[in-house]
Every structure is written in C-alpha cells, then in structure tokens.
C-alpha cells in the first residue's frame, strides 16, 4: 500500500470519523467530495480576510460586518502571520511545506508575534457552528513552537463569526511533549491503516445524508 502523506489535523479526524470514506475521497480518489454552500460561503470569508489582512483590500458589504473583528488583529502589535504554513518531521524538527521529510502540517489562518518574541496569539476563522475544539488548538501550538524557537507562550483560538464568540486556549513550552503524546497514538492507527492498505467503514448517522461514497462502494451509505 501507498506510504502515508503528510497530516493534518482535518486529515486525521476524517479518517477518524470513517476510514472509507477517508480511504476513497483521500487515498483511492474515485470519490469526490463537493462542497456544500456551508463549506464554500466559510472559503469565501476566509479568503475576504486574508486579502483584508495581507493586502489591506476592503471587506465587501456581505462581510463588512467582519471589520470589527478584523482590525483590533491589524492593530497589534508584533509580527503578522497570514495563512501560515507550518511543516514538522516526524523528529518533529520544523521542515518545509513542500519537503519529502514533512510529516505533519497545519496552516494558521492569522497571528501575531509579539516584538519580543516570546508571545504569540494564533487565531482561525470559524464559519459554522460553534464547536470548540481543544485538540486543533493544542496542535496548532505545538507546530508553532517548533516553527518560532522564540516561543514560550502561545495563545490560541478559534472566532465564530456568525455568534461573534471566541475561544481561547494559552500553552507553554514545556506543553509540547504532553501536545504530541496526545496525537501520536491517534497518527500511528493512521499509519497502520496505509500500511495494511485496510480502512473498514464505521457507520453513523453522517452515512444517511452527509457521504458521497455511493451504495456500491459501501453498503452503509445512505443507510442510517
């Protein structure tokens, strides 16, 4: 079987959801995902802040709402990072995004670090419902610290735009072991999965509306 691609973190909890409709969208690709309107009215938004952001373009009127969530963020002070990319090994030593040595990834959608160095805030822009997620964030830190040698504390958080709410978590230094002990276990069943070249369904209630993997290639499609 195919040795496994760099994960990330929405790479992980799809397998983790259904390995085969993981191992058919991801792995075998005779099975493509559309996205719904949810999912391409968050890319719109996502990517109208990036080009506020970076490039200062004003919001359009569907999204100037945003504006007060956008330019406290603008007027930080410290180093800005828009869409981040971020790439560790599996010595978790930081590596290039594109290097054959990558072994995890995670893509920050804005942050700041502070003109010392030492602090950083992390934020991604949330478009659904709110669902806090202490898993993302603790990754989110963890590839940070790697990337930022300067690092001691990190601030994380996801903000819901649609609620206008936001959570936050801070991590330290000395986290990073307890961060990796936390995804290892959950990577390594992944790896297994490639290597055995085995992803067996585990059907819920997503298999009745929410999978695009037809009854053909899986008999609990549609079925629940």
């Not at 990036?50 to 956008?70: G, I, M």
């Not at 903000?159 to 936001?166: D, G, Q, T």
């Amino acid at each position: 079987m195919k040795k496994m691609p760099p994960w990330s973190y929405s790479g992980l909890t799809s397998f983790e959801t259904c390995p085969k409709r993981y191992y058919h969208i991801k792995v075998a690709k005779d099975v493509v995902d559309t996205p719904g309107e949810a999912a391409t009215w968050g890319s719109t938004v996502h990517k109208h802040i990036e080009d506020r952001l970076r490039d200062k373009t004003p919001l359009p009127a569907s999204v100037a709402n945003l504006e007060a969530l956008v330019a406290p963020i603008e007027a930080k002070p410290g180093r800005k990072l828009i869409e981040y990319q971020m790439a560790v090994d599996a010595s978790l030593n930081p590596t290039d995004w594109d290097s054959n040595t990558a072994w995890c990834r995670g893509i920050v959608d804005v942050g700041v670090v502070a003109e010392r160095g030492d602090k950083a805030v992390l934020l991604d822009w949330k478009t659904g419902k709110r669902k806090p997620d202490s898993d993302q964030l603790m990754l989110f830190a963890a590839l940070a610290f790697a990337h930022i040698d300067t690092l001691n504390v990190v601030q994380t958080g996801f903000v819901w735009v649609k609620s206008n709410e936001f959570d936050k978590q801070v991590f330290k230094r000395g986290d990073e072991p307890m961060i990796w002990q936390q995804f290892i276990p959950r990577v390594n069943r992944m790896e297994k999965a490639y290597e055995l070249g085995a992803f067996p369904p585990k059907p819920s209630g997503l298999c009745r509306k929410h999978c695009p993997v037809p009854n053909n290639m899986c008999e609990f499609s549609g079925c629940r």
